[in-house]
T-cell receptor, first 115, second 115 residues
Framework: AQSVAQPEDQVNVAEGNPLTVKCTYS??????LFWYVQYPNRGLQFLLK??????LVKGSYGFEAEFNKSQTSFHLKKPSALVSDSALYFC?????????????FGTGTKLQVIP | NAGVTQTPKFQVLKTGQSMTLQCAQD?????MYWYRQDPGMGLRLIYY???????DKGEVPNGYNVSRLNKREFSLRLESAAPSQTSVYFC??????????????FGPGTRLLVL
């Protein structure tokens, strides 16, 4: 069975410092990996995705993520955190299983950027 | 262009009552999805509709039914609400029927409380 793990419930980082939000996955086929952000009382918003090709994926708002097949990871990164980046971040994986799409989200990581 | 809209925004039900959550998208997307979000559990797929006229079970379909009324609308029905169905429900849509790399667009959510 496929799974996604976000090992940290919360990440605190000072404004201006680099941030990393971790994600690891377990799938039997080729993974299609996504990061979404959720602001309070809002739906999820797409940040970036990895389908194939370059392992470093650049997305919205200056975020990027690195796909590492050997470590089965897809960590979200940003060189310099902003207070406005404070939100809940979800990693997700989609695979084709038995002819059907299977979508699995991680449990989310709350990012707190401290001024 | 409103994107994905959901009604109602908030609802309180008594155990055993029924209700329908409405979702509509104006992006001409083929696929639509219903998720529930619970603390510490991320998002779990309830049902999805790859295209108009088709629906499939997701990870947690028990206690729910869906209807893909037309290409724009995808409703979720609780026939006999239970306290375990207290959650935040998100509708999402994506352009492609089966392409796993497609981005999902989420609605603002419906907060449901079952007493």
């Amino acid at each position: 069975a496929q799974s996604v793990a976000q090992p940290e419930d919360q990440v605190n980082v000072a404004e201006g410092n680099p941030l990393t939000v971790k994600c690891t996955y377990s799938v039997s086929g080729n993974p299609y990996l996504f990061w979404y952000v959720q602001y309070p009382n809002r739906g999820l918003q797409f940040l970036l995705k990895y389908i194939t090709g370059d392992n470093l994926v650049k997305g919205s708002y200056g975020f990027e993520a690195e796909f590492n097949k050997s470590q089965t990871s897809f960590h979200l990164k940003k060189p310099s955190a902003l207070v406005s980046d404070s939100a809940l971040y979800f990693c997700a994986v989609r695979v084709l299983s038995g002819g059907y799409q299977k979508v699995t989200f991680g449990t989310g990581t709350k990012l707190q950027v401290i001024p | 262009n409103a994107g994905v809209t959901q009604t109602p925004k908030f609802q309180v039900l008594k155990t055993g009552q029924s209700m329908t959550l409405q979702c509509a998208q104006d992006m001409n997307h083929n696929s639509m999805y219903w998720y529930r979000q619970d603390p510490g559990m991320g998002l779990r797929l309830i049902y999805y509709s790859a295209s108009e006229g088709t629906t499939d079970k997701g990870e947690v379909p028990n206690g729910y039914n869906v209807s893909r009324l037309n290409k724009r609308e995808f409703s979720l029905r609780l026939e006999s609400a239970a306290p375990s169905q207290t959650s935040v429900y998100f509708c999402a849509s994506s352009l492609a029927k089966t392409a796993l790399g497609e981005t999902q667009y989420f609605g603002p959510g419906t907060r449901l409380l079952v007493l």
